[in-house]
């Protein structure tokens, strides 16, 4: 079985830049791809970016905007987002989570993190 750790969540202010860290453990040989997503109160959970631990291929929201970066380690079995010039609105639990080999090419993701908070300030 995959667990998925996230951290790095803290509060930060507009402008300001974070990076967010998944720490993969346990069956990881079937991962294909992991993905970061986040849900802000009151709204639907959104995707933000997902990479390929196969192709280093990377997908990202329209709303990223160039500000987001995601990127893994495979040796170290963990991907990062990097995010620059946050905004109030980036206020959200941030999870990530992997896609098996079997649903490549699907949105669906098989296994999740706890989430960790980003708050941003005005």
């Known amino acids: 079985q995959l667990q998925l750790a996230e951290s790095g969540g803290r509060s930060v202010h507009a402008g300001d830049s974070l990076t967010l860290s998944c720490a993969a453990s346990g069956r990881t040989d079937s991962t294909y791809a992991v993905g970061w997503f986040r849900q802000a109160p009151g709204k639907e959970r959104e995707f933000i970016a997902s990479v390929s631990w196969t192709t280093d291929r990377t997908h990202y929201a329209h709303f990223v905007e160039g500000r987001f970066t995601i990127s893994t380690d495979n040796a170290k079995n963990t991907t990062s987002l990097q995010m620059n010039s946050l905004k109030a609105e980036d206020t959200a639990v941030y999870y990530c989570?992997?896609?098996?080999?079997?649903?490549?090419?699907?949105?669906?993701?098989?296994?999740w993190g706890q989430g960790t908070q980003v708050t941003v300030s005005p």
């Open positions: 989570a992997s896609q098996s080999a079997r649903y490549a090419g699907s949105h669906y993701y098989d296994s």
